[in-house]
């Protein structure tokens, strides 16, 4: 049966490839909405050309006159609402590959629909946490489609909730693997950059070479799973062949296993709990490999630690560590703040908040508001 999809961020890393495993199973897929931020213009009309969907959302609104000449028939529509309206529509499968907290209110909008929702953008559930869990309509609505977030998926079948004694995420280690703290004082963000396994946009390859991008991925995996912060870990794994584990209560750990490409877990995310046809190359278990796993260095990488705090702290304090490290990403790329300045001064945006006694979506915005503020003033500092 063809699924009817609504791509949000279909211009980024996680659109582009969708879209391609979406062209190699026509049968299956029917793309009805597409949103991007409006930033190449060309390719949003390549890919509706290509796609015929019904609507094209362009967050930046300056970009709808130059799309819409372009594409007759087609209902083309400029601003944040027009991203949240494309989200609603009611497809099957709702494919949330923005970057950054701004998918929030197109996640809440997309679970509201009760569509499949296929998250790509962990900073939705990490600023909008409990908002976000309570919005499902069923168990099963959110299907991960980070790599590590859907390799646990799929090793949870192996056994029920009360036979999970822990997670285990693995992590590449990014572009500073083994480096000690010092030795990250002068790192560039061409160095920054540099991901050794994967082909991601720069803010998550950069949250990849802190180590904030596997914090978010903790709290998403606490949040999907309903698994203790206590019970998930964190383990450096090179080769990026393991996506992550699952370790049950009699001792076996299940592990998911496959060459790093995100088309994988994006066709999960589409098909799931089905699996689509050669998706995705294969491991060769014709040549010799090994595959190596190290403690966490959480002197040179304390993000993780950071978000275990965070998360102890409130409900509300992973979503001023996802906005604050936002900021600090940014000002890092500009030259504003060095490489140890991102999550030195996310630490000190978290540690001054102060949460009110119960999350609303309003109070997320108040809150991401004010650590940006915060840490525009601390980058400021730095900066002298």
């Known amino acids: 049966m063809t699924r009817t999809v609504s791509l949000l961020g279909s211009t980024g890393s996680i659109g582009t490839q969708a879209l391609d495993v979406i062209a190699r199973h026509r049968d299956r897929f029917d793309v009805i909405a597409i949103a991007a931020g409006g930033a190449d213009p060309a390719a949003i009309i390549a890919q509706a050309r290509e796609h015929r969907p019904r609507l094209v959302a362009l967050a930046r609104e300056s970009a709808v006159a130059e799309v819409a000449s372009a594409l007759p028939g087609i209902d083309v529509r400029g ?9 609603a529509l009611g497809a099957d499968v709702v494919l949330n590959g923005m970057t950054g907290s701004v998918g929030l209110r197109p996640t809440l909008a997309a679970l509201a629909a009760g569509s499949t929702l296929a998250l790509a953008n962990k900073e939705s559930l990490v600023a909008g946490g409990a908002l976000v869990t309570a919005a499902k309509r069923r168990p099963d609505q959110i299907v991960p489609v980070d790599s590590e977030h859907s390799a646990l998926a799929q090793s949870l079948r192996s056994g029920s909730h009360a036979e999970v004694r822990r997670l285990v995420v693995t ?14 004082a002068h790192v560039t963000p061409a160095d920054a950059l540099a ?15 802190s180590m904030i991008n596997k ?3 903790v709290v998403e ?33 299940i592990a998911q296993a496959s060459p790093p490409d995100m088309r994988l877990p994006i066709a999960l995310g589409l098909s799931w709990p089905e699996r689509l046809g050669d998706v995705a190359p294969r491991l060769d278990w014709t040549h010799a490999q090994s595959w190596t796993f190290e403690p966490l260095d959480e002197d040179a990488f304390p993000a993780i630690r950071l978000m275990r705090d965070a ?11 996802n906005a604050a490290n936002e900021e600090c990403v940014q000002a890092f790329v500009d030259g504003d703040l060095p490489f140890l300045g991102i999550v030195d001064t996310v630490r000190n945006v978290v540690e001054k908040y102060q949460a009110p006694a119960r999350i609303t979506l309003d109070e997320v915005d108040h809150a991401e508001a004010w650590a940006r503020e915060r840490a525009r003033a601390v980058i400021a500092a730095v900066r002298g």
């Open 215 to 217: 914090a978010l991925e």
């Open 171 to 184: 992590a590449s280690g990014g572009a500073f693997r083994g480096r000690s703290r010092a030795s990250l």
């Open 195 to 209: 991901h050794p396994n994967w082909d991601m946009g720069p803010v998550v390859t950069i949250n990849s070479a």
């Open 311 to 321: 998360v102890a702290a409130s409900p509300l304090h992973p979503a001023v560590l």
């Open 79 to 87: 601003g944040a609402d027009a991203v949240i309206e494309a989200a």
């Open 221 to 253: 995996a606490h949040l999907l799973f309903d698994i203790p912060m206590d019970r998930i870990d964190v383990v450096v794994h090179p080769q990026s062949i393991v996506h992550s584990m699952v370790e049950f209560v009699d001792g076996a750990t």
